[in-house]
């Protein structure tokens, strides 16, 4: 039997993830015991998961070097890749919002040119030029996001939120919701096909997990 | 000012000895087979106007394209595919021919960004296409050379799913829904987005029994079953039409014997924005990207300027060959027999030699380089060459053979008739 490959995001996600695949039956002792490998097995099961960026998990998963991937849909919002989006598996839930000083809020429309700080350039730009038609100008960050239009690098910052006390306490208020985020389970367009059984199997265990 | 001259442009690649040669000989098979089953081959031009890709059948999106101008000013296209210049062929210049018209072509083509060439701007595919007939047979037929190209390329384990558009295309009129619904509903179906999916008939007002089959669309996949699955639901004329033509086809891929290598796909929508009927992706191991694609295409013809009913296919050759790689399937490598190397007056003779193995449909290198048997000896080891041959007089050579080393003295009239 050839072995079926999960990439799992390494993060928030990992331990969450790793505690859905103990539960199914997949042995991950060898991720439990070892810190310096790369890729964990489990022989009995025939299957191999490793850990990697949550943004390089589309990537691998639509190579095909990975059959599976648990990732945040904002990954997969900002990487737009083909993939099966198969299950939304609930947990580390949050949202991806527009945000702006508060004297902004109602008057998104009028403000002429935006600049748009953010760490998700392709989230941005797909929000603002398909649902809102307009254009802007990106400025992309790596962090701290919150900060750019308090000191005036940018007017309103796209952004995932998640209490949205950070934006609070930076006196920024909510213009927008874009999408609601949580962990989604994806898989290659063709490993779907090739190997349709074993992965459904995992799909509906993961349901009857998820709804226990 | 040449800071570029050592390197290749994004997703194009040198395809080097033994690629290449792999590569030839397996666009040799296809060509065979294609020839065999009556398909005539075209090479259309790698440059077409930007207009021949824009019109409304066949539009594929302009930032895909490669685009530069001619010298009136009008936009052209490294052409990102071939089915359409076929098309194009077909309304143009076999207007009046006797349909069915069968074409065949293998060539590059070129895309920013691709998913179906692998990701590479630069690929080559390989396709047929069945010209001036709707026929079930038509469909079957282009299904069937496709599964026995792969099986020509040396490919076991490979799958080809089917669907049909029109089903999908019967439940959207269905509904009712707008056209930019449609489309975002063909996206999430497509991408078996199950939760976008269900989100989105939430908040949808169609009958409930299609909310139920829509939102279980995307698993509609796998065996003849899937068929029935669907036909449990209540459906509309179009998609009923649409369940019984799969059917058809899959009874005739039958009587060719291929029925083990199809199931269906009644998820699988996005295909080309020019598919009317049927449409069908392949699928093997080691590669995470369909291998080909194919579908009928009934009013892409038209835009030409005659109406034409049209089915094909295309597999992407580079992609076969990575998957051939990875599932470490043996090709044909480029080997050469012997090196022919000889000392001052022995060199007509050398020649004379060289002809005649050739002849005998021997690969053989003469030397040039003016070598020492020693010398020669040295190289065809590095070169995986299999034997020197030194002439040692106008009749006679010393063969050494590198691997194992053995001498040994033959007339040269003898070693010809080996």
């Known amino acids: ?212 | 000012m040449s800071k570029w001259k050592i390197y290749t442009p994004d997703g194009v690649q040198d395809i080097l000895f033994e690629d290449c040669c792999m590569k030839r000989s397996l666009e040799q098979k296809l060509r065979a087979l294609f020839r065999s089953c009556g398909f005539n081959e075209v090479e259309t031009p790698s440059i077409e106007f930007y207009d021949v890709f824009a019109s409304d059948e066949g539009a594929m999106p302009q930032e895909d394209m490669f685009k530069f101008f001619d010298q009136q000013g009008r936009i052209l296209v490294l052409r990102p595919d071939i089915t359409v210049p076929v098309a194009r062929i077909t309304a143009t210049k076999y207007r009046e021919a006797a349909y069915p018209v069968r074409i065949s072509y293998i060539g590059n083509v070129y895309r920013y960004n691709d998913y179906g060439g692998g990701k590479q701007n630069e690929f080559t595919q390989a396709g047929v296409e069945v010209l001036g007939i709707s026929t079930p047979e038509s469909d079957a037929e282009v299904i069937a050379v496709a599964i026995q190209a792969l099986k020509a390329s040396g490919l076991e384990s490979f799958q080809v799913d089917i669907g049909q558009v029109e089903f999908f295309n019967g439940l959207m009129e269905e509904t009712g829904l707008s056209e930019k619904d449609t489309a975002q509903v063909r996206t999430l179906i497509d991408h078996k987005d199950y939760v976008g999916l269900d989100e989105f008939l939430n908040r949808s007002e169609i009958r409930d029994d299609l909310k139920k089959l829509i939102s279980g669309l995307p698993g509609f996949f796998g065996s003849v079953d899937v068929i029935e699955k669907a036909e449990a639901f209540e459906l509309n004329k179009r998609s009923r039409d649409a369940l019984e033509n799969i059917r058809q086809v899959l009874n005739i891929l039958e009587d060719y014997g291929l029925g083990q290598y199809v199931s269906v796909d009644l998820g699988m929508l996005r295909g080309l924005s020019y598919d009317t009927g049927i449409i069908f992706r392949g699928f093997t191991y080691g590669v995470g990207f369909p291998i080909l694609t194919g579908g009928r295409y009934d009013k892409l013809v038209g835009e030409f300027g005659k109406e034409c009913p049209a089915t094909g296919f295309s597999l992407g050759v580079n992609m076969i060959l990575m998957a051939l790689q990875r599932q470490k399937i043996e090709m044909e490598k480029p080997g050469t027999d012997s090196l022919v190397c000889y000392a001052g007056q022995g060199r007509k003779t050398a020649i004379g030699l060289c002809a005649e193995l050739r002849n005998q449909g021997l690969v053989v290198e003469l030397d040039i380089a003016g070598s020492t048997a020693e010398e020669a000896k040295k190289y065809a080891a590095a070169k995986n060459i299999g034997g020197v041959i030194r002439i040692v007089d106008e009749d006679t050579v010393e063969i050494h053979y590198i691997q194992s080393e053995e001498v040994i003295r033959v007339k040269i009239s003898e070693l010809l008739k080996r």
Do not use: W
């Open chain 1, 1 to 212: 039997m050839r072995y079926l490959t999960i990439a799992l995001s390494k993060g928030r996600l990992t331990d969450l993830s790793v505690e859905l695949l103990e539960k199914l039956g997949i042995d991950c002792s060898e991720y439990r015991n070892e810190s310096r490998k790369l890729i964990f097995t489990d022989e009995k099961s025939r299957i191999k998961f490793f850990l990697v960026k949550p943004a390089d998990v589309p990537t691998y998963v639509e190579y095909g070097a990975a059959d599976i991937g648990i990732v945040g849909k904002d990954t997969l919002l900002e990487e737009g890749r083909h993939l099966y989006e198969v299950l939304n598996m609930g947990f580390a839930a949050c949202r991806m919002v527009v945000a702006g000083p508060a004297e902004l809020a109602g008057k998104l429309d009028s403000l002429n040119n935006k600049r748009v700080a953010t760490k998700y350039p392709r989230i941005a730009r797909e929000y603002f030029e398909h649902k809102r038609r307009e254009s802007i100008e990106i400025i992309k960050l790596n962090g701290s996001v919150e900060l750019a239009p308090l000191v005036g690098l940018s007017e309103v910052i796209v952004d995932l939120v998640e209490s949205g006390r950070t934006l609070k306490e930076n006196g920024l208020v909510i213009l927008d919701t874009i999408a609601d985020i949580s962990a989604r389970l994806v898989v290659n367009r063709v490993s779907m096909k090739m190997e349709s059984e074993r992965i459904n199997a995992i799909i509906e265990g993961l349901k009857q997990q998820l709804q226990g």
